[in-house]
């Protein structure tokens, strides 16, 4: 009798949810707008990555900012400024949002990064710029990521002119080396 009730009733309970980590979240729901800072509850949390890949925690904030100088600091401390991203700083040392394409869901309404590039070749992969190309058997081939469109436009040209497909290919310099924009874009 009484067990049967028992068991009856556990089962008719609704399954409990797990609690979702940062990592299951949306990651709108736990990134910021700098590099190196995430949101962990009601503070921000600094973290980077060392020569080896591995994650290191700088510790939590009451602000993003101070997070984002914290991540700098430690980037600095460590050397690794010339291989992780820095946070961007003024002349006035006020910090300067990193620019990215908005994440899947988010609203539109926040602002746009530029998404064509004026040059052959080139496309933009969040902050960063790829420049690709088709080989000759028309084969997409990865070239590299560049901190800016003009040096991956230079990579596509570098590489369209080592492989000798100039006759195939439209290429983004001029004779006298300079970039030309796509008619149209510039």
């Not at 000798?164 to 080396?177: H, I, P, T, V, W």
């Amino acid at each position: 009798g009484d067990d049967d009730d028992s068991e009856s009733d556990e089962e008719d309970a609704p399954p409990r949810k797990r609690p979702r980590t940062a990592a299951a979240q949306p990651r709108a729901a736990w990134a910021t707008k700098y590099y190196g800072v995430y949101r962990a509850r009601s503070k921000f949390e600094a973290s980077y990555r060392d020569r080896d890949g591995q994650s290191q925690s700088i510790g939590k904030f009451a602000t993003e900012e101070e997070a984002a100088h914290a991540y700098n600091a430690a980037l600095a401390k460590h050397g690794l400024e010339s291989i992780r991203k820095v946070n961007k700083v003024d002349e006035t040392g006020r910090l300067i949002p990193k620019t990215v394409a908005p994440a899947f869901g988010m609203s539109r309404s926040a602002p746009a990064t530029k998404r064509k590039s004026e040059y052959y070749g080139v496309s933009q992969k969040g902050p960063m710029w790829r420049a690709c190309y088709r080989d000759a058997g028309s084969n997409k081939k990865h070239i590299g990521t560049f901190e800016n469109e003009e040096e991956a436009a230079r990579a596509y040209d570098a590489k369209i002119k080592k492989l000798g497909l100039q006759s195939r290919r439209k290429m983004n310099e001029d004779a006298q080396g300079r970039l030309v924009a796509k008619p149209g874009r510039a």
